[in-house]
Nanobody, 127 residues
Framework: QVQLVESGGGLVQAGASTRLSCAAS????????MAWFRQAPGKQREFVAA????????YYADSVKGRFTISRDNAKMMLFLQMNMLKPEDTATYYC????????????????????WGQGTLVTVSS
């Protein structure tokens, strides 16, 4: 079974950019669609972005569309989240996840089932 480890979090200023990475090991990374979620203090974990197995399709929450870009490198078993124009409300612990399927939209929001979670990496955006 694949294992996931996120990195790249830290303290950044509003308006700046940063990139999160998720390294996979112990399984067949390319078998899984992948996703990023985040959880702010006192809030539920929420969907951020997802990508199909070969990267041909991507999906974004409205709150990050146009600012964040999800990508993957199957040869290196890596998932990335490029985050631009960061806002204080982007402050959260970010988790990568291996999903069973690509997300489906329901009532204007994307939903997907995560089978394997990483441990998370904290991103703090200062104003």
């Amino acid at each position: 079974q694949v294992q996931l480890v996120e990195s790249g979090g830290g303290l950044v200023q509003a308006g700046a950019s940063t990139r999160l990475s998720c390294a996979a090991s112990g399984g067949t990374f390319s078998n899984y669609p992948m996703a990023w979620f985040r959880q702010a203090p006192g809030k539920q974990r929420e969907f951020v972005a997802a990508i199909a197995k070969t990267g041909e399709s991507t999906y974004y929450a409205d709150s990050v569309k146009g600012r964040f870009t999800i990508s993957r490198d199957n040869a290196k078993m890596m998932l990335f989240l490029q985050m631009n124009m960061l806002k204080p409300e982007d402050t959260a612990t970010y988790y990568c996840g291996a999903t069973a399927t690509t997300p489906v939209m329901y009532s204007g929001r994307w939903y997907t089932d995560v089978e394997i979670w990483g441990q998370g990496t904290l991103v703090t955006v200062s104003s």
